[in-house]
């Protein structure tokens, strides 16, 4: 059963009449177009016997290489005049349309019930294929041929800045598609804070440097976090990093099918509790990966579902020292009975440049 199908099963279960989905990651994995959303409605609508783009008449063109029927406005033109859908239904809207189209959508036609798109989407997408499953192979390997690339270049006196450009313009040319977010590479005492961007702070020797890095390839995205040093590493670095390594591996271990995501937060968070540093501990243990590099499944503790064949996830535990470091390890699981690593990357020490 294809993609679309499988929606129209779930409309159907959850008796929803029409989806609008645009432009993002929803779109992406239904039709494989991608585009920026703007100003103008450019709409992929689903009910129970048609599927079709909306679009502004300069996309007529391109959308016609995707095999799906396309209705086209000119700007002298109401495009919801254009829609095939009935007033007093239910529909369901994707989560990241802009509001002004949702409000729009909701005055015309007046819809029964209005729901998130994404409360169906995600049970489509949580399951990967394997064909979804080995583009990010290789997007992972993409990524870590240039994270090994970057680190060979660095020295003191670059700034955090200057190495996460450094580090993009290996992504493009080992032939990624472009990132799949913005490149956390924080130094010294930066590192304590875990979603700080990269900064001009320039590295020193002796500093421990955090990289979390990801790539888009094919659509689908990355994201992998390494530890480096410039120079040897303080004792209480690699006191720290062996620890949160030692979580990393028993959150791994736990990985099987029919296992609850929470309980796999539960054995990071567990290790690095028995040490003393569980208050340290300040995010959830994973998040699923796709197309976007944030979706479902969550290892967190409040996450109570089963993992299931196919999911694909992080586990990056960590620990932050409030202005003297910190250490995070992240890798990428597909789950297949038992877990299993996307990487190749090292990790049994910090590396040292």
């Known amino acids: 059963m294809g993609r679309l199908e499988k929606l129209r099963e ?20 239904l039709t494989g177009f991608t585009e920026e959303q703007m100003e103008r409605p450019l709409f992929f609508v689903i009910d129970n016997w048609n599927a079709y783009f909306l679009a502004p008449k300069l996309y007529e063109e391109q959308l016609s290489n995707f095999h799906f029927p396309v209705i086209t406005y000119s700007d002298d033109e109401n495009p919801y005049k254009k829609l095939s ?6 529909i369901a809207v994707d989560d990241t349309l802009w509001s002004s189209f949702t409000i729009d959508i909701m005055n015309y036609f007046s819809p029964s019930q209005l729901v998130k798109a994404n409360e169906i989407m995600k049970e489509l997408r949580i399951i990967k294929d394997d064909e979804e499953i080995e583009i990010m192979k290789k997007g992972v390997e993409i990524a870590e041929k240039s994270f090994l690339n970057t680190i060979s270049q660095i020295k003191a006196g670059l700034t955090e800045r200057k190495i996460a450009k450094m580090l993009i313009d290996e992504f493009i040319n080992n032939g990624a598609d472009g990132i799949s977010f913005e490149p956390i590479v924080t130094s010294g005492p930066n ?3 875990p979603h700080l961007r990269s900064t001009n702070r320039e590295v020193r020797n002796g500093d421990i440097i955090i990289f979390d890095f990801g790539i888009k390839y094919k659509g689908y995205s990355t994201d992998t976090t390494r530890v480096v040093s410039l120079g040897k590493p303080s004792e209480e670095a690699i006191k720290i990093y062996e620890i949160v390594k030692e979580a990393q591996r028993r959150a791994e271990d736990s ?4 296992v609850m995501a929470c309980d796999i937060d539960k054995a990071a968070r ?10 340290y501990f300040i995010h959830r243990t994973g998040h699923g990966i796709g197309i976007d590099v944030h979706e479902e499944p969550y290892i967190a503790p409040n996450y109570k579902r089963k993992l299931e064949k196919n999911m694909v996830f992080t586990i990056e535990p960590g620990i932050y020292l409030p202005g003297k470091f910190g250490i995070r390890i992240e890798d990428m699981v597909y789950v297949n009975k038992k877990g299993v690593i996307m990487n190749n990357l090292e990790k049994d020490e910090i590396f040292v440049v």
């Open 10 to 29: 779930l409309m159907r279960t959850k008796k929803i009449d029409y989806m609008i989905i645009g432009p993002g990651s929803n779109m992406f994995y």
């Open 85 to 90: 859908i009935e007033k007093g239904k239910v």
């Open 191 to 193: 590192t304590s804070m």
């Open 255 to 258: 990985v099987k099918e029919g």
């Open 270 to 279: 567990q290790t690095i509790s028995s040490y003393g540093y569980g208050g």
